[in-house]
C-alpha cells in the first residue's frame, strides 16, 4: 500500500488557497479596518498625521488626506477630522497615546467629505468652521457622505454627517493655551481655512497647497486660490502641512500648485479659443514637468469636466 | 459562507474575464450574430430594438471617443467620428443602459460624419454609434463609460430657474479655422432638456437642429433625444469652404419652440 500522499494532490488545495489569498489581499488587509495611523512630531507640540497619494478607495479606506494636532497647554486642537468615523475615532485614540489633555477644537479646513467625515469621533460643541463651510457641510455633506461609502466601502460603516456647531473667523485666537492665527481664504472651495501656529512657524494649509499628487478642483475658483497662495507665501512659515502629500519645510509645494493652476487655466482657456471639443481636451498631453505627480492624469481629466464648460461658454458668447 | 461567496465572486469574474477574451472583434455567436465586443448584457435588446434584421458588424472605422470614467454625469463628453466610412447617410447614437437609450441622430450633410456632444448617463454603460452606409449596413463601434450615475432622472438646473428659460433656445456659436484649411463651428443653446423622469418635470427638449450654409445646402441635421445634456454644445467639422457666406442654424424643441441664429465670421 502506498501511504504517500499523492504530491501533486496535496499540492493541488495548497495552489487554490494561494491563489485566492493573492487574489484578495485588499480584503484580508481591510479585514481590521486599521487605518494603522502615526502621528509624527513636525514642531514642538505639533503633530501630522500624513495619508497616502492617491485616490479613495477600498484599500486605503479614504485615507489620503493629511489631518493634525496641535497640543497647547491646556487643550488640543485637531485640524480636519479624516474620511470617516473609524478614521476619527483612531485619530482620537492617537493623540490620547500622545496627551492627556482633552480636544476643545476640531476644525474642519474645507468642507470635502475626507477633511470632516470623523466629526462623530469628537464631541459636538468642539466642532468648529468658517460659515460657508458650515453651510457646505450641511448642505452638500450627506450626498459626499453616500459616495464615500461607494468608494471606500465598509471602512465608512456607521459614518454619518456631523456638522460643526461653532464658527470660525479670521484672526487670531487663544485656544488650548496656545496662540493660533486663523486665515480666512478661498479658491479650493468657496472657503478654505489655513491655521497658523505662530509659536512654531507651522502652517496647516488645508487644501490651498497640495504637495507631489495633483490639485482638486470640484469647486476651485482657480483667480481666487491663485490670491490665496499669494497670501499663504507672504506668511513667515518654518514648516508647511500641505492638505494632501509630504509636509515641507519651504515655499516649493505652494510654487508647485500654483504651477498646477497657472498651466490648467492657460490650457482651459487656450483649448476654448482654439474650439476643442472636450474628448479633445481630455487627450492633451500633460507637460513633464507634472510627470512625478500622483494623479496629474486623472485630477486633469476631472478638472476639465469641473471648468471646461465655462471656458469654452465664455468663448462661444464673447462675440 | 462569506468566504463561499467570495469564491463564487472570484470563480464568476474569471469566467467572465475568460469568455471576455473568446469573445473579440469579429467573433459570431451560434445564431451567426456579430458577438458584442463590449459584453453588454443589453446588446441583444439594443439589437433587436435598433436594427432588427438589418445587416449589422462591428467596425473599428467608427470611433467613439468618451473619458473611461465620467466625473459629471449629467454632462458626459462624447465625440463620434465615421469619416473613415465613404457613404454614411445616418448616425444612431445610443448608451445601452440608460433608461432611454437613444441619445440622438445625426445626417452629414456637407459636414464631415462627425459629431461632438454631451449626454445625461443614469449608469454605467456602453456609449456607442452605429452608421448605415448607402448598402443598409450597419457599423457599429462604441466605448464603455463608467459613472456614478443619476444623470437621466434628476431635474435640470434650468427648470428651476426662470432666468435661464426666458434665454429658452439662445445659440451662442463661432467658428474656427481648422488645420486641414476647414472650419469647425462650436455651438451651445441654452435649453433644459428635461428627459420626464425627473418627478413633476414633463419630457422637453430640443428634437431638431439643422445647419445650412448660405446658399441654403445641408451642412449637418442632428436629431437629439432627452439624454443630451442641458444646454447642449455641438461641435461639427466643415470642409473648406468654397462660400464666404454665414452659417444658419434652425431647428425647434417637442414644445413648437423655434431655434433660429446665424453664425457670421
Given at each position: 500500500m502506498n501511504v504517500r500522499a499523492n504530491p501533486a494532490r496535496a499540492a493541488l488545495p495548497a495552489l487554490l488557497l494561494a491563489v485566492l489569498l493573492a487574489a484578495f489581499p485588499l480584503a484580508a488587509r481591510a479585514a481590521g479596518f486599521d487605518y494603522r495611523l502615526a502621528p509624527r512630531a513636525v514642531a514642538d507640540g505639533v503633530w501630522v498625521l500624513t495619508g497616502l497619494t492617491e485616490d479613495f478607495s477600498r484599500d486605503n479606506g479614504g485615507n489620503i488626506v493629511n489631518t493634525g494636532f496641535i497640543v497647547g497647554d491646556s487643550g488640543v486642537v485637531v485640524i480636519d477630522s479624516g474620511p470617516s468615523r473609524r478614521y476619527g475615532e483612531q485619530l482620537a485614540a492617537a493623540i490620547a497615546r500622545v496627551t492627556p489633555l482633552p480636544v476643545v477644537l476640531v476644525i474642519n479646513t474645507h468642507h470635502h467629505p475626507d477633511h470632516f467625515l470623523g466629526n462623530q469621533a469628537f464631541a459636538p460643541a468642539t466642532l468648529a468652521a468658517l460659515p460657508a463651510t458650515r453651510h457646505g457641510i450641511e448642505t452638500e455633506g450627506p450626498m459626499f457622505n453616500s459616495n464615500m461609502y461607494r468608494l471606500n466601502g465598509d471602512w465608512m460603516r456607521d459614518t454619518e454627517v456631523a456638522a460643526p456647531t461653532r464658527t470660525l473667523a479670521a484672526g487670531p485666537v487663544e485656544v488650548g493655551g496656545r496662540t493660533l492665527e486663523f486665515l480666512a481664504l478661498e479658491g479650493h472651495t468657496g472657503a478654505d481655512l489655513a491655521v497658523f501656529d505662530r509659536r512654531t512657524g507651522t502652517l496647516f494649509a488645508g487644501d490651498l497647497v497640495f504637495n507631489a499628487r495633483a490639485p482638486t478642483t470640484p469647486h476651485a475658483d482657480i483667480a481666487r486660490w491663485q490670491a490665496s497662495l499669494d497670501a499663504l507665501a507672504a506668511l513667515p512659515f518654518k514648516v508647511l502641512v500641505p492638505g494632501h502629500g509630504p509636509v515641507a519645510h519651504d515655499g516649493a509645494p505652494i510654487a508647485q500648485t500654483r504651477t498646477w493652476l497657472d498651466w490648467l487655466d492657460r490650457a482651459l482657456r487656450e483649448g476654448a479659443a482654439a474650439g476643442l471639443d472636450m474628448t479633445e481636451m481630455l487627450a492633451l498631453p500633460l507637460p513633464a514637468v507634472f510627470e512625478r505627480m500622483a494623479l496629474a492624469k486623472t485630477e486633469f481629466e476631472r478638472s476639465v469636466s469641473h471648468l471646461y464648460p465655462a471656458a469654452e461658454r465664455a468663448s462661444l458668447e464673447e462675440q | 459562507m462569506r468566504f463561499a461567496t467570495t469564491i463564487a465572486a472570484a470563480l464568476l469574474a474569471w469566467l467572465l474575464a475568460a469568455s471576455?477574451?473568446?469573445?473579440?472583434?469579429?467573433?459570431?455567436?451560434?445564431?451567426?450574430?456579430?458577438?458584442?465586443?463590449?459584453?453588454?448584457?443589453?446588446?441583444?435588446?439594443?439589437?433587436?430594438?435598433?436594427?432588427?434584421?438589418?445587416?449589422?458588424?462591428?467596425?473599428?472605422?467608427?470611433?467613439?471617443?468618451?473619458?473611461?470614467?465620467?466625473?459629471?454625469?449629467?454632462?458626459?463628453?462624447?465625440?463620434?467620428?465615421?469619416?473613415?466610412?465613404?457613404?454614411?447617410?445616418?448616425?444612431?447614437?445610443?448608451?445601452?443602459?440608460?433608461?432611454?437609450?437613444?441619445?440622438?441622430?445625426?445626417?452629414?450633410?456637407?459636414?464631415?460624419?462627425?459629431?461632438?456632444?454631451?449626454?445625461?448617463?443614469?449608469?454605467?454603460?456602453?456609449?456607442?454609434?452605429?452608421?448605415?452606409?448607402?448598402?443598409?449596413?450597419?457599423?457599429?463601434?462604441?466605448?464603455?463609460?463608467?459613472?456614478?450615475?443619476?444623470?437621466?432622472?434628476?431635474?435640470?438646473?434650468?427648470?428651476?430657474?426662470?432666468?435661464?428659460?426666458?434665454?429658452?433656445?439662445?445659440?451662442?456659436?463661432?467658428?474656427?479655422?481648422?488645420?486641414?484649411g476647414g472650419e469647425r463651428v462650436r455651438l451651445r443653446i441654452i435649453h433644459p432638456m428635461d428627459t420626464g423622469l425627473a418627478p413633476g418635470i414633463p419630457v422637453f427638449h430640443i428634437d431638431e437642429l439643422a445647419l445650412a450654409d448660405a446658399g441654403g445646402r445641408a451642412l449637418m441635421h442632428i436629431a437629439p433625444f432627452e439624454p443630451v445634456a442641458e444646454n447642449p454644445v455641438f461641435t461639427v467639422d466643415l470642409p473648406p469652404r468654397a462660400d464666404a457666406g454665414a452659417i444658419r442654424v434652425s431647428g425647434h424643441d417637442n414644445n413648437g419652440n423655434r431655434i433660429a441664429a446665424e453664425v457670421a465670421r
Open positions: - | 471576455a477574451v473568446a469573445a473579440g472583434a469579429g467573433e459570431r455567436d451560434p445564431a451567426g450574430q456579430a458577438l458584442d465586443p463590449l459584453d453588454s448584457a443589453r446588446w441583444a435588446d439594443m439589437r433587436r430594438e435598433f436594427f432588427g434584421d438589418a445587416p449589422l458588424s462591428f467596425d473599428a472605422r467608427v470611433r467613439v471617443s468618451a473619458p473611461h470614467t465620467a466625473e459629471n454625469p449629467l454632462d458626459v463628453p462624447a465625440h463620434v467620428d465615421v469619416s473613415a466610412l465613404a457613404g454614411v447617410e445616418e448616425v444612431l447614437v445610443f448608451a445601452d443602459f440608460n433608461p432611454i437609450p437613444k441619445v440622438l441622430v445625426f445626417r452629414p450633410g456637407r459636414a464631415r460624419a462627425s459629431l461632438g456632444f454631451r449626454l445625461k448617463l443614469q449608469q454605467s454603460s456602453p456609449v456607442r454609434a452605429a452608421a448605415r452606409t448607402a448598402d443598409g449596413h450597419w457599423h457599429v463601434g462604441g466605448t464603455w463609460v463608467t459613472t456614478t450615475g443619476g444623470g437621466c432622472t434628476l431635474p435640470s438646473t434650468g427648470s428651476g430657474s426662470p432666468e435661464w428659460q426666458s434665454r429658452l433656445n439662445e445659440v451662442s456659436a463661432r467658428l474656427f479655422p481648422r488645420v486641414d
